[in-house]
């Protein structure tokens, strides 16, 4: 069985400071991972995923992620961050079951609240 | 780009009504997934489907049952409300091998 853990349920920061958002997964076979995010009253909307190839993914919106496969990570960053970037952002990990089949399980979240 | 529409954005209920509700993505997906999300449980599993009339179960499908009549839509049903199936509830479709999903807007639905 597959896992995704979000290790912070809430980060609040500055703005124009630097943010790292925290996800960490549990897989036995390769994966594919994704972060989402939602903002107020909205559906989810992909930011960037990583498929296979180089570990760090760029992403909309001046957001990167890097797989870490010995550790298990895949931790969200931007390096200034503005009031618009107030979301709840998702990490979502892709199991493959088979041909074309697949689903997403995704973390709890973690909301980002950007202060001015 | 990719839309997928929901039939409502908020809905309320009866307890022990049925509910429908519809979602249509117009990218020709073969892949359509239904959640739900509450606070604090991140969004959960339903149902999901890889063709037309073919369904599988989620992570938490009790309660609920599903329909795909046509592969651009795939509908969800609440046999009888219960207020513990207040929520929001996320359609998403997605195309084979992009292992990836583009998500409506979202129905809150309130049972009371």
């Known amino acids: 069985a597959q896992s995704v853990t979000q290790l912070d349920s809430q980060v609040p920061v500055f703005e124009e400071a630097p943010v790292e958002l925290r996800c960490n997964y549990s897989s036995s076979v390769s994966v594919y991972l994704f972060w989402y995010v939602q903002y107020p009253n909205q559906g989810l909307q992909l930011l960037l995923k990583y498929l296979s190839g180089s570990t760090l993914v760029k992403g909309i919106n001046g957001f990167e992620a890097e797989f870490n496969k010995s550790q298990t990570s895949f931790h969200l960053r931007k390096p200034s961050v503005h009031i618009s970037d107030t979301a709840e952002y998702f990490c979502a990990v892709s199991l493959l079951l088979g041909g074309s089949n697949y689903k997403l399980t995704f973390g709890k979240g973690t909301l980002l609240t950007v202060n001015p | ?112």
């Open chain 2, 1 to 112: 780009d990719v839309k997928v529409t929901q039939s409502s954005r908020y809905l309320v209920k009866r307890t022990g009504e049925k509910v429908f509700l519809e979602c249509v993505q117009d990218m020709d997906h073969e892949n359509m997934f239904w959640y739900r999300q509450d606070p604090g449980l991140g969004l959960r599993l339903i149902y999901f489907s890889y063709d037309v009339k073919m369904k599988e179960k989620g992570d938490i499908p009790e309660g609920y049952s599903v329909s795909r009549e046509k592969k651009e839509r795939f509908s969800l049903i609440l046999e009888s409300a219960s207020t513990n199936q207040t929520s929001m509830y996320l359609c998403a479709s997605g195309g084979v091998y992009s292992y990836e999903q583009y998500f409506g807007p979202g129905t809150r639905l309130t049972v009371t």
